[in-house]
């Protein structure tokens, strides 16, 4: 079972420099996020989508994009890397019931990105 | 605005003492609330929910309404407790027809031997 994977598990970019994190799910789920974790601020989502060809914003979305072309992968660029871009990403991903966010998320195991 | 408050970012206790990790809200609406851990090298993971009502690995969560929390308990700590654990709040995403999973900044729970 491999759940919800993240590729790739470390990068140093330079400033600047563009790329791009893939998520991957194997659950068939319908709803998939981004957030990003650092020191003291918790997990704030980036953006998320609530289906295959869908995205929306979250609560801090600049300087990101995102793609979902296909069910089961969830794509987050960073088109001129910062430092403040520094950070923790996860993904995650979960069942869509009329109540989605009742059900449980289930996250990757997350990718240290540090800009320099 | 929708929020989560978890006023410790570290709490330390002896094994065999009670925990509590603290979680207050604020949401105009009927919350869905969680609580997530993430242990040292692991992704975060469910550890329980509300409208469960359920025990896991010892801790229980109850939802007051009226004192808007969602306090995390567990009567004796164990080493392997230590983790970070967020408290999570569910609610609607304004115009997008969709729900969002809105954490707290977390509190690090450190067992002491």
């Known amino acids: 079972n491999a759940g919800v994977t993240q590729t790739p598990k470390f990068r140093v970019l330079k400033t600047g420099q563009s790329m791009t994190l893939l998520c991957a799910q194997d659950?068939?789920?319908?709803?998939m996020y981004w957030y990003r974790q650092d020191p003291g601020m918790g997990l704030r989502l980036i953006h998320y989508?609530?289906?295959?060809?869908?995205?929306a914003k979250g609560e801090v979305p600049d300087g990101y994009n995102v793609s979902r072309l296909k069910k089961q992968n969830f794509l987050l660029g960073l088109e001129s890397a910062a430092p403040s871009q520094t950070s923790v990403y996860f993904c995650?991903?979960?069942?869509?019931?009329?109540?989605?966010?009742?059900?449980?998320?289930?996250f990757g195991q997350g990718t240290r990105l540090t800009v320099v | 605005a929708q929020r989560v408050t978890q006023p410790e970012k570290l709490l330390s206790v002896f094994k065999g003492a009670p925990v509590e990790l603290k979680c207050n809200y604020s949401?105009?609406?009927?919350?869905?609330l969680f609580w997530y851990v993430q242990y040292s090298r692991q992704r975060l993971q469910l550890l329980l929910r509300?409208?469960s009502r359920e025990s896991i690995k010892g801790f229980t969560a109850d939802l007051n309404k009226g004192e808007t929390s969602f306090h995390l308990k567990k009567p004796f700590a164990q080493e392997e407790d230590s983790a970070m654990y967020y408290c999570?709040?569910?609610?609607?995403?304004?115009?997008?027809?969709?729900?969002?999973?809105?954490f707290g900044k977390g509190t690090k729970l450190s067992v002491i031997p």
């Open positions: 995650a991903s979960s069942h869509d019931r009329g109540r989605p966010m009742n059900t449980e998320a289930f």
């Open positions: 659950m068939n789920h319908e709803y």
């Open positions: 989508s609530v289906g295959e060809g869908t995205t």
């Open positions: 949401y105009s609406g009927s919350p869905e």
């Open positions: 509300h409208i």
């Open positions: 999570a709040l569910s609610r609607a995403y304004s115009g997008a027809g969709s729900y969002q999973l809105t």
